[in-house]
Structure formats: C-alpha cells, structure tokens
C-alpha cells in the first residue's frame, strides 16, 4: 500500500483567501483523487489528479474554486479558492492500488480547514 | 447515478455486544470496500469483497458480499472500544471504475 503525506493537517483561515494543500505518496501512482469531507459528512469526490494532464473535475466542481497540479508521479496540490464559511471541510487525498479493478483506495491523513 | 446506502447511520452499544452495519444498493459493483476513519485521521481500507457471496473475516469482523454484488454487511463480535469509529462503505462501479461512498454508520462503543 502507499504512504501519503498532507500539509497542513490543519489550519484556520480567513474568508476570501486561498490555501494550498500538498499531497506526498511514497510511490509513483498513476491516479491521484482528491476527496471533501464536510462535517460530519462521507466523502465527495471533487477530482481525479492525472500526471501530465488536466484533472478531472466531478459535477459540482470547478477548477477556478479548486485548481489542481499534478507536476509528476508522487506530488498533487489542491488550491481551495476565495474561502468561504461553507468550504470548511477536511480535505482528504487518495490514490488508488495496487490494482485499479479492485477499487482500493489509500487515503492521507487529511488536511482540516476551518474559515472563520 | 449509482448510489450507496448505509444503516444504521448512528450506532452507541456497549462493550462485549454485537453489531452488523448494512449497506445497499439498487446497483451492481465490480468490487465493494469497507473503511474504517477515525477522528482526525483519513479512512482506512478494512476489506475488498469481490465475489457474490464471498465472505470475509477480519478477527472480529466478518464481510458477506451479498450474491447479486448490490450489497453487503458488515459484522462485528464482542466489540471493543478501539471499534469506535466511521466505518464507510464504497464501491467500484463496472464502468469508468469509479469509486461510490456510501454516507457512513458512526458506531461508538461504550466501555
């Protein structure tokens, strides 16, 4: 299984302004998902980080309000945009493995943002 | 739009007793998981069910994969309090494979 890393697990920001969370694996993974998970909530897929690539983004989600990079194998950032109350929300990163067909996934330890 | 389903959505029992958590689906999947998530941490993987029917065991924990692939339990004996948590289910649909979450039982264990 792999071993992902987030920054910050936690932080507390203003409304308007934008955090960017760092995702680290331990291997190089073909697919990079990242996940929302608003209190007491199961979690939301918002999208799939593909190296070299646009990521895709699910049916509620723009990459202006969550603009994504993939640079290479092991690295994604997700950047949450003019915060608002409402985005307050761990955010969780995951990569799938070792086969794609079995659907397991592999999740960090999750980035809480709270917006004041 | 393949949905999941979780019940009970909220669990409080006492140490030594028993539990099953259901999750279902009008849907087929390839491949169904359960997760467990602590406070503070991200999910973790518990189980992959694959085959219908197939039934798994983990210690205390035991997985069924309902036959038609649309379903599945999760059952857990003597509970402890290190069992508290979100236990989340999800699946890998046929197509796309995309991964579905179902909303999630909270289970809190008393000692």
């Known amino acids: 299984s792999a071993v992902i890393s987030q920054k910050p697990s936690r932080d507390i920001c203003q409304r308007g302004t934008s955090l960017t969370i760092q995702c680290q694996v331990d291997?190089?993974?073909?697919?990079m998902f990242w996940y929302r998970q608003q209190p007491g909530q199961s979690l939301t897929l918002i999208a799939t980080?593909?190296?070299?690539?646009?990521?895709?983004?699910e049916s509620g989600f723009v990459i202006d309000k969550f603009p994504i990079s993939r640079p290479n194998l092991t690295f994604s950032t997700l950047t949450v945009s003019n915060m608002s109350p409402e985005d307050s929300s761990i955010y969780l990163c995951?990569?799938?493995?070792?086969?794609?067909?079995?659907?397991?996934?592999?999740f960090g330890e999750g980035s809480r943002l709270t917006v004041l | 739009t393949q949905l999941l389903e979780q019940s009970p959505q909220f669990l409080s029992i006492q140490e030594g007793e028993n539990l099953t958590v259901y999750c279902n689906s009008s849907s087929v999947f390839s491949s169904l998981q359960w997760y467990r998530q602590e406070p503070g941490e991200g999910p973790v993987l518990l189980v992959t069910v694959v085959t219908g029917g197939e039934v798994k065991k983990l210690k205390r924990l035991t997985f069924q994969f309902g036959d038609a692939r649309k379903d599945s339990s999760l059952h857990i004996t003597a509970a402890q309090p290190g069992d508290t948590g979100l236990y989340l289910c999800?699946?890998?649909?046929?197509?796309?494979?995309?991964?579905?979450f179902g909303p999630g039982t909270r289970l809190s264990v008393l000692p």
């Open positions: 999800a699946g890998t649909t046929p197509v796309g494979q995309n991964f579905v």
């Open positions: 995951s990569t799938s493995g070792p086969f794609v067909d079995t659907g397991e996934l592999f």
């Open positions: 291997s190089q993974v073909t697919m």
């Open positions: 980080a593909n190296q070299g690539s646009e990521a895709t983004y």
